[in-house]
Protein backbone atom coordinates (compact mmCIF):
# COMPACT_ATOMS: atom_id res chain seq x y z
CA UNK A 1 0.00 0.00 0.00
CA UNK A 2 0.94 3.47 -0.52
CA UNK A 3 0.61 5.75 2.65
CA UNK A 4 1.48 9.79 1.65
CA UNK A 5 2.49 12.24 4.51
CA UNK A 6 1.50 15.86 3.99
CA UNK A 7 3.82 17.79 5.88
CA UNK A 8 7.16 19.76 5.59
CA UNK A 9 8.81 17.93 8.75
CA UNK A 10 8.27 14.16 7.75
CA UNK A 11 11.47 13.45 10.52
CA UNK A 12 8.77 14.66 13.51
CA UNK A 13 9.13 11.95 15.78
CA UNK A 14 5.44 10.21 15.54
CA UNK A 15 5.85 10.75 11.53
CA UNK A 16 9.27 9.31 11.47
CA UNK A 17 8.23 6.41 13.70
CA UNK A 18 5.13 5.57 11.95
CA UNK A 19 7.06 5.79 8.04
CA UNK A 20 9.58 3.23 9.68
CA UNK A 21 6.62 0.94 10.50
CA UNK A 22 4.45 0.84 7.66
CA UNK A 23 8.21 0.83 5.11
CA UNK A 24 9.56 -1.96 7.16
CA UNK A 25 6.10 -4.03 7.16
CA UNK A 26 6.64 -3.42 2.99
CA UNK A 27 4.49 -0.48 2.01
CA UNK A 28 5.45 2.62 0.62
CA UNK A 29 5.36 5.86 2.50
CA UNK A 30 5.26 9.42 0.35
CA UNK A 31 6.04 12.85 1.50
CA UNK A 32 3.90 15.84 -0.05
CA UNK A 33 5.49 18.81 1.28
CA UNK A 34 3.39 21.87 0.57
CA UNK A 35 5.99 24.42 0.40
CA UNK A 36 8.33 22.43 -2.01
CA UNK A 37 6.41 23.55 -5.43
CA UNK A 38 3.72 25.80 -6.62
CA UNK A 39 0.13 25.23 -5.87
CA UNK A 40 -1.33 22.67 -8.60
CA UNK A 41 2.38 20.84 -8.86
CA UNK A 42 3.68 17.77 -8.08
CA UNK A 43 4.97 18.23 -4.59
CA UNK A 44 6.85 14.59 -3.46
CA UNK A 45 9.98 14.92 -2.36
CA UNK A 46 13.08 12.95 -2.14
CA UNK A 47 12.98 10.10 -4.45
CA UNK A 48 9.17 9.94 -5.30
CA UNK A 49 9.55 13.60 -6.57
CA UNK A 50 8.90 14.35 -10.29
CA UNK A 51 6.82 11.01 -10.35
CA UNK A 52 3.52 11.16 -12.37
CA UNK A 53 1.85 7.54 -10.78
CA UNK A 54 -1.67 8.13 -9.52
CA UNK A 55 -2.13 9.29 -5.71
CA UNK A 56 -1.27 7.86 -3.17
CA UNK A 57 -4.12 5.02 -0.97
CA UNK A 58 -4.46 7.00 1.77
CA UNK A 59 -2.60 10.36 3.23
CA UNK A 60 -2.23 12.11 6.49
CA UNK A 61 -2.50 15.48 7.10
CA UNK A 62 -0.14 17.29 9.49
CA UNK A 63 0.64 20.08 8.14
CA UNK A 64 -2.30 22.91 8.97
CA UNK A 65 -1.06 26.15 6.79
CA UNK A 66 -3.13 27.33 4.16
CA UNK A 67 -0.99 25.63 1.12
CA UNK A 68 -1.07 22.21 3.00
CA UNK A 69 -4.65 22.41 3.57
CA UNK A 70 -5.30 23.10 -0.27
CA UNK A 71 -3.32 20.32 -0.95
CA UNK A 72 -5.63 17.68 0.93
CA UNK A 73 -8.40 19.25 -0.38
CA UNK A 74 -7.53 18.52 -4.21
CA UNK A 75 -6.69 15.15 -2.94
CA UNK A 76 -10.29 14.97 -1.46
CA UNK A 77 -11.79 16.14 -4.32
CA UNK A 78 -10.11 13.68 -5.97
CA UNK A 79 -11.90 11.31 -4.29
CA UNK A 80 -8.79 10.08 -2.17
CA UNK A 81 -8.97 9.70 1.40
CA UNK A 82 -7.21 12.05 3.90
CA UNK A 83 -6.56 12.26 7.94
CA UNK A 84 -8.20 13.98 9.22
CA UNK A 85 -10.37 15.44 6.70
CA UNK A 86 -9.43 19.81 5.37
CA UNK A 87 -13.32 20.26 6.97
CA UNK A 88 -12.89 19.15 10.55
CA UNK A 89 -8.63 20.56 10.56
CA UNK A 90 -10.09 23.79 9.39
CA UNK A 91 -13.12 23.88 12.00
CA UNK A 92 -10.21 23.05 14.72
CA UNK A 93 -8.35 26.18 13.78
CA UNK A 94 -11.10 28.34 14.52
CA UNK A 95 -11.48 29.00 18.04
CA UNK A 96 -15.08 30.39 18.80
CA UNK A 97 -16.72 27.98 15.77
CA UNK A 98 -14.73 25.35 17.57
CA UNK A 99 -15.94 26.28 21.26
CA UNK A 100 -19.33 26.78 20.05
CA UNK A 101 -19.74 23.18 18.09
CA UNK A 102 -18.38 22.35 21.68
CA UNK A 103 -20.67 23.26 24.04
CA UNK A 104 -23.80 23.38 21.75
CA UNK A 105 -22.91 19.08 21.79
CA UNK A 106 -22.49 19.29 25.62
CA UNK A 107 -18.71 19.12 26.38
CA UNK A 108 -17.66 21.16 29.13
CA UNK A 109 -15.73 23.99 26.75
CA UNK A 110 -14.52 27.24 28.90
CA UNK A 111 -16.76 29.38 27.68
CA UNK A 112 -15.16 31.52 24.72
CA UNK A 113 -16.17 35.58 24.19
CA UNK A 114 -14.73 36.81 20.36
CA UNK A 115 -13.83 40.06 19.40
CA UNK A 116 -12.36 41.96 16.42
CA UNK A 117 -9.96 43.23 18.05
CA UNK A 118 -7.83 43.47 21.55
CA UNK A 119 -9.45 46.44 22.50
CA UNK A 120 -12.91 45.53 22.56
CA UNK A 121 -11.73 42.97 25.22
CA UNK A 122 -11.17 46.19 27.62
CA UNK A 123 -14.29 48.04 26.92
CA UNK A 124 -16.13 45.38 27.70
CA UNK A 125 -13.68 44.25 30.91
CA UNK A 126 -14.19 48.63 32.04
CA UNK A 127 -18.25 48.10 31.36
CA UNK A 128 -18.10 45.17 33.72
CA UNK A 129 -18.90 42.44 30.98
CA UNK A 130 -16.05 40.72 31.40
CA UNK A 131 -14.11 39.88 34.25
CA UNK A 132 -10.42 39.48 34.54
CA UNK A 133 -7.82 37.54 34.73
CA UNK A 134 -8.81 36.43 31.54
CA UNK A 135 -6.86 33.79 28.85
CA UNK A 136 -6.76 35.94 25.56
CA UNK A 137 -6.20 33.96 22.62
CA UNK A 138 -5.84 34.77 18.65
CA UNK A 139 -9.06 33.39 17.52
CA UNK A 140 -7.13 31.06 14.20
CA UNK A 141 -5.09 28.75 15.63
CA UNK A 142 -1.75 29.02 13.61
CA UNK A 143 2.34 28.84 14.61
CA UNK A 144 3.73 31.56 16.81
CA UNK A 145 -0.49 32.93 17.54
CA UNK A 146 -1.39 34.84 20.79
CA UNK A 147 -1.82 33.14 24.22
CA UNK A 148 -1.68 34.81 26.97
CA UNK A 149 -3.05 35.46 30.40
CA UNK A 150 -4.01 38.91 31.39
CA UNK A 151 -4.19 39.45 35.27
CA UNK A 152 -5.53 43.68 35.31
CA UNK A 153 -5.97 46.06 33.12
CA UNK A 154 -2.78 47.64 32.53
CA UNK A 155 -1.75 44.39 30.90
CA UNK A 156 -4.47 44.20 28.52
CA UNK A 157 -3.85 47.58 27.54
CA UNK A 158 -0.45 46.69 26.49
CA UNK A 159 -1.67 43.23 24.72
CA UNK A 160 -3.83 45.60 22.53
CA UNK A 161 -1.13 47.72 22.04
CA UNK A 162 1.01 44.93 20.28
CA UNK A 163 -1.44 43.10 18.56
CA UNK A 164 -3.92 46.04 17.68
CA UNK A 165 -5.51 44.50 14.67
CA UNK A 166 -5.48 40.85 15.72
CA UNK A 167 -9.06 38.91 15.80
CA UNK A 168 -9.15 37.33 19.37
CA UNK A 169 -10.92 35.08 21.77
CA UNK A 170 -11.34 35.57 25.36
CA UNK A 171 -11.90 33.11 28.25
CA UNK A 172 -11.99 33.28 31.60
CA UNK A 173 -9.08 32.09 33.48
CA UNK A 174 -9.64 29.10 35.92
CA UNK A 175 -7.75 28.41 38.85
CA UNK A 176 -5.24 25.22 38.30
CA UNK A 177 -2.95 22.96 39.50
CA UNK A 178 -0.06 25.14 37.17
CA UNK A 179 -0.07 21.88 34.56
CA UNK A 180 -2.52 21.02 31.72
CA UNK A 181 -3.39 17.41 31.01
CA UNK A 182 -2.84 16.42 27.33
CA UNK A 183 -4.65 14.06 26.09
CA UNK A 184 -4.41 12.51 23.02
CA UNK A 185 -6.27 9.98 20.75
CA UNK A 186 -5.30 7.76 17.46
CA UNK A 187 -8.71 5.91 16.13
CA UNK A 188 -10.10 5.95 19.58
CA UNK A 189 -6.36 4.82 21.75
CA UNK A 190 -5.88 7.03 24.12
CA UNK A 191 -3.10 8.46 25.30
CA UNK A 192 -2.20 10.84 27.21
CA UNK A 193 0.75 12.97 29.63
CA UNK A 194 0.96 16.12 32.08
CA UNK A 195 2.62 19.56 30.96
CA UNK A 196 3.28 22.61 32.52
CA UNK A 197 0.47 25.19 31.30
CA UNK A 198 2.21 27.82 28.99
CA UNK A 199 -0.31 30.29 31.09
CA UNK A 200 0.86 29.44 34.91
CA UNK A 201 1.51 32.46 36.87
CA UNK A 202 3.73 33.32 39.46
CA UNK A 203 2.04 31.60 41.62
CA UNK A 204 3.39 28.29 40.50
CA UNK A 205 6.91 29.36 39.82
CA UNK A 206 7.82 26.13 42.51
CA UNK A 207 6.87 24.20 39.44
CA UNK A 208 9.17 22.63 36.76
CA UNK A 209 9.08 22.52 32.97
CA UNK A 210 8.29 20.66 31.28
CA UNK A 211 6.75 16.85 31.92
CA UNK A 212 4.94 16.04 35.02
CA UNK A 213 4.55 11.49 35.35
CA UNK A 214 0.80 10.75 34.54
CA UNK A 215 -0.62 7.88 32.79
CA UNK A 216 -3.87 6.05 31.64
CA UNK A 217 -4.34 4.73 35.45
CA UNK A 218 -4.45 8.47 36.77
CA UNK A 219 -7.03 9.37 33.87
CA UNK A 220 -10.70 9.68 35.16
CA UNK A 221 -13.78 7.67 32.85
CA UNK A 222 -15.17 10.76 32.76
CA UNK A 223 -12.32 12.40 31.18
CA UNK A 224 -11.67 9.63 28.94
CA UNK A 225 -15.13 10.08 27.69
CA UNK A 226 -14.84 13.56 26.92
CA UNK A 227 -11.52 13.27 25.28
CA UNK A 228 -13.44 10.51 23.29
CA UNK A 229 -16.50 12.10 22.59
CA UNK A 230 -14.48 15.13 21.30
CA UNK A 231 -13.54 12.93 18.04
CA UNK A 232 -17.68 12.18 17.52
CA UNK A 233 -18.34 16.09 17.69
CA UNK A 234 -15.77 17.06 15.75
CA UNK A 235 -15.42 14.51 13.11
CA UNK A 236 -11.43 13.64 13.72
CA UNK A 237 -9.51 10.27 14.04
CA UNK A 238 -6.12 11.48 14.87
CA UNK A 239 -7.07 14.61 17.60
CA UNK A 240 -5.52 16.25 21.30
CA UNK A 241 -8.27 17.14 24.27
CA UNK A 242 -6.18 19.79 26.37
CA UNK A 243 -7.91 20.06 30.07
CA UNK A 244 -7.38 21.56 33.06
CA UNK A 245 -5.63 19.59 35.44
CA UNK A 246 -7.03 18.84 39.12
CA UNK A 247 -9.57 16.64 40.89
CA UNK A 248 -12.60 18.49 39.43
CA UNK A 249 -14.98 18.11 36.80
CA UNK A 250 -13.02 18.20 33.74
CA UNK A 251 -13.29 22.10 31.41
CA UNK A 252 -11.78 21.53 27.72
CA UNK A 253 -9.53 24.57 26.75
CA UNK A 254 -8.88 23.15 23.24
CA UNK A 255 -9.52 20.87 20.89
CA UNK A 256 -6.45 20.09 18.10
CA UNK A 257 -6.21 17.87 14.98
CA UNK A 258 -3.46 15.58 14.29
CA UNK A 259 -0.97 16.92 17.15
CA UNK A 260 2.41 15.93 17.50
CA UNK A 261 1.80 12.92 20.40
CA UNK A 262 5.42 13.00 21.24
CA UNK A 263 6.86 10.46 23.37
CA UNK A 264 3.62 8.29 23.80
CA UNK A 265 4.46 4.53 22.96
CA UNK A 266 1.97 2.87 20.81
CA UNK A 267 1.15 6.13 18.89
CA UNK A 268 3.38 5.28 15.67
CA UNK A 269 1.84 1.67 15.69
CA UNK A 270 -2.08 3.12 16.39
CA UNK A 271 -1.37 5.75 13.58
CA UNK A 272 0.23 3.02 11.42
CA UNK A 273 -2.79 0.53 11.77
CA UNK A 274 -5.37 3.81 11.18
CA UNK A 275 -3.80 4.48 8.02
CA UNK A 276 -3.32 1.11 6.79
CA UNK A 277 -7.15 0.52 7.63
CA UNK A 278 -8.47 3.64 5.94
CA UNK A 279 -6.73 2.92 2.93
CA UNK A 280 -7.67 -0.22 2.47
CA UNK A 281 -11.02 1.29 2.32
CA UNK A 282 -10.29 2.59 -0.89
CA UNK A 283 -13.03 5.36 -1.22
CA UNK A 284 -13.17 8.86 0.53
CA UNK A 285 -15.97 8.30 2.17
CA UNK A 286 -14.15 6.50 5.10
CA UNK A 287 -12.56 9.04 5.95
CA UNK A 288 -15.36 11.83 6.27
CA UNK A 289 -16.24 13.26 9.77
CA UNK A 290 -18.51 10.54 12.11
CA UNK A 291 -22.26 11.90 12.37
CA UNK A 292 -22.72 14.72 15.13
CA UNK A 293 -25.27 13.96 17.94
CA UNK A 294 -27.17 16.93 16.95
CA UNK A 295 -27.76 14.42 13.33
CA UNK A 296 -25.17 16.69 11.09
CA UNK A 297 -21.68 15.94 10.41
CA UNK A 298 -18.65 18.63 11.61
CA UNK A 299 -17.91 19.46 8.19
CA UNK A 300 -20.47 20.83 6.43
CA UNK A 301 -21.65 22.66 9.67
CA UNK A 302 -18.24 24.46 10.17
CA UNK A 303 -19.32 27.38 8.34
CA UNK A 304 -22.58 27.66 10.12
CA UNK A 305 -20.41 27.18 13.37
CA UNK A 306 -18.52 30.42 13.44
CA UNK A 307 -20.78 33.26 13.19
CA UNK A 308 -18.77 36.31 13.16
CA UNK A 309 -18.75 38.45 16.11
CA UNK A 310 -20.54 36.43 18.13
CA UNK A 311 -19.59 34.46 21.48
CA UNK A 312 -20.34 31.57 23.53
CA UNK A 313 -21.70 30.69 26.44
Known amino acids: MRIGLITSAPDHPVLAATAALLTADGHRVEVLDPTARPAGEDRRTGPEAGRTEPPADVYLLKAHTPAGLALARELEERGVPVVNPVAATELCQDRLAMAELARRAGLPFAPTRAAAEP ?3 LGAVEAGELHLPLVVKSRHSRRHDLVARVD ?10 RWPDEPVVAQPYLPSTGWDQKLWVVAGQLFCARRRSELAGPEHAELPDGTDGFGLAELSAERAGVALRA ?6 DVYGVDLLDGPGEPVVVDVNAFPGIRGQAGAPEALAALALRVGAAGTAASSLPRPRADGTDAAT ?5 AGPGTAAG
Open 231 to 236: GEVFGL
Open 119 to 121: VEL
Open 301 to 305: SASAD
Open 152 to 161: DRAGLRALAE
